[in-house]
């Protein structure tokens, strides 16, 4: 079982689909979920195909009863997880990574050549090794998928998508908005790293911009100048003195995080976010956890009537983030053998994941977070940072909510499940004696 394997059932999945005559592509409402939908929407435009999508958050029983209707479905980022999909009769395909097992269907999955579906190919990437289109679509996928530094599969997605030449791969400065934002924005909304004395200081900002020298408008148009505006020696001068400030105060540990690996979407407009794959993928997950997969599929395929919509998504997802992470931080528990924070009612289920992940950072154990779903039903996340464990949070965690009248999977290291309400109890006792 190897890449020549995984290309051929990439290949009897494409001319099925080619043979479809008006599919509904079912896909996850994620970043991977939404980019490997477009690859596939892209495709089918492609071969001239009526085609119709739906979003779905899960596939539970009603997702399933909803989808019996249907002649021809393309299951993409969802599917693969579980075997309720064996329900359907009609003609089917899955495009997936997530840990899969007795599935009668015809998938493509990473999990199922022998490679790592958590973290060396994303449903994205699947999509693209079948269709063979959108490939910086699919880096953005693995990247929304925190999939990186990149391995397995993701490494030869990463070589076709530079020699198609819809990805450069560079170093430079790793802040945010280096295309979209005004310089003053740019080092006053820093915050991965964060930057003391200048994120979140606008006297602090201003005044180190003024020690640099640099002129901060383009002097033709009196527009505000963003860092892709500078040249190579003002960008020199921006990089050396933000190190040389971060060193003067100690912290060389930020200055080493301020340059690192970019992708860049070479076929996308430079003065924007979808410029930058991870600044990208920060906008679908924007426009899919706040119920806008219409807006990320849509800047996907057609950029710039999206654009502003998807700028605004971003606002209110910075927002919700900041402000769950905050949440969970003062609300964190040891329960032992796992970290637990009871966010119901308060953080969303949609971002609820994308917190944990946030709050990992040195914690050793796994961490579980609990929201509530639109039914009332308990949503759990959970996460893990060390990728040495022998645990299998996917499995465990649908395990233990099928025990309870629950579904859930996902991967080794970040799956999830919905339970109800009244099993909370049950539910992390169980899951103790798992961990
Ligand atoms: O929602 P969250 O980001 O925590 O999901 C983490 C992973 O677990 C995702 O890959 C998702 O598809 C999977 N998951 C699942 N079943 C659920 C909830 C999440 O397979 N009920």
Redesign the pocket.
Known sequence: MGFNDFLEKAEEVRRTVEKFKNPLVVH?Y?CDGITSGAITIKALQNMNKPYRNKVYR?LDETAIEELKTEKEIIFV??GG??ELVNELKEEIVIIDH?QTKNINHLQINPELFGYDGCLGLSASGAAYFTFKTSSDLAIVGALG?VQYPFKELNLKLLDESIQRKEIEKTQDITLYGRGARPLIQFLLYSDDPYLPGISNNENGTKSFLESTGLILKNETSEKWKTYYDLNADEKKILITSLISYLCDKNLVDYSKKLIGEVYLLKNRPKNCEMYDAVEFSTILNACGRNNRTDIGLGVCLEHDKYYEDAKNLLLVHRKNLREGVQYAKNHIEDFGKFYFIDARGIID?SI???V?GMLLSKRDKPLIAASLDENGNI?F???LLDKESELNL?KI??EV?IQVGG?????KY?????IPNNKINEFLLELNKHF
């Open positions: 996850h994620d899960k980022d969802l997880g579980t997530h998928d289920e609820i994941g994308v944990a949503k996340s959970s996460r996917g965690l649908k909510s579904i859930g999977g996902g991967h970040a799956a999830g499940c919905t």
